[in-house]
């Protein structure tokens, strides 16, 4: 089955810079990748996803990028702000079709003002 | 706006005691999860149903753990005997799909607290 890492666990950066967080994910044949923000007391949150056909998406000040030889996948959020903290998960789809997500272990951001 | 709703959002028993937490899935819905999440294990998936039926439970423990939708406004998932290492939020999340389609998105509910003294 499929396997996603996500890194790094942890991440501060100023308000107004730039935060990647990264995935790697172990099976080709995944199609879907979403990622997801979980704010303290919340449940997980889409904020953006990409399909295996595409290689960049952008919303806003958020862009996931998907390189599927290397089988990793980037989120990026620019112009950083306070309510960007939170905790980032990336998933990928188990099996083509299956509708199940393995998630990545999570990445906690703060936005330092 | 739809949402995922979810009862109760908090909930204290002591061990031993049944616990039946519920989810409302977004109308038109037909794929409901069910997941838990705790500090070392992170977000595990615990069981899914499509139009009602379920197609995994494979990360349940099978000897005190159930899932069931009743109908398909309703899902439930019940821990008897309860454990202390039960202790986590439990999040219901729906979405759209067919087998060999394009996926669809997953929207969680806000969870229930699970407290097991």
């Known amino acids: 089955g499929e396997n996603v890492e996500q890194h790094p666990s942890t991440l501060s950066v100023q308000e107004g810079d730039s935060a990647v967080i990264k995935c790697t994910y172990s099976d080709s044949a995944s199609n879907y990748f979403p990622w997801y923000k979980q704010e303290l007391g919340k449940g997980p949150q889409l904020i953006i996803d990409?399909?295996?056909?595409?290689g960049e998406k952008k919303d806003q000040r958020i862009a996931v990028t998907l390189n599927k030889t290397a089988k990793h996948f980037s989120l990026h959020i620019t112009e950083t702000q306070p309510e960007d903290s939170a905790v980032y998960f990336c998933a990928a789809e188990d099996w083509p079709g299956t509708y199940k997500y393995i998630f990545g272990t999570g990445t906690r951001l703060k936005v330092l003002a | 706006d739809a949402r995922v709703t979810q009862t109760p959002r908090h909930k204290v028993t002591e061990m031993g005691q049944e616990v039946t937490m519920r989810c409302q899935p977004i109308?038109?819905?037909?794929?409901v999860f069910w997941y838990r999440q705790t500090m070392m294990q992170g977000l595990e998936l615990l069981a899914y149903?499509?139009?009602?039926?379920?197609?995994?439970d494979s990360g349940m423990p099978k000897d005190r753990f159930s899932a069931e939708m009743p109908d398909a406004t309703l899902a439930t998932l019940k821990i008897q005997p309860s454990e202390p290492r039960d202790s986590a939020v439990y999040f219901c999340?729906?979405?759209?799909?067919?087998?060999?389609?394009?996926?669809?998105?997953?929207?969680f509910g806000p969870g229930t607290r699970l407290l097991v003294l």
């Open positions: 999340a729906s979405g759209w799909g067919l087998v060999a389609v394009l996926q669809e998105t997953q929207y």
């Open positions: 109308l038109g819905h037909n794929t």
């Open positions: 990409i399909r295996s056909n595409v």
């Open positions: 149903f499509r139009n009602r039926a379920p197609l995994d």
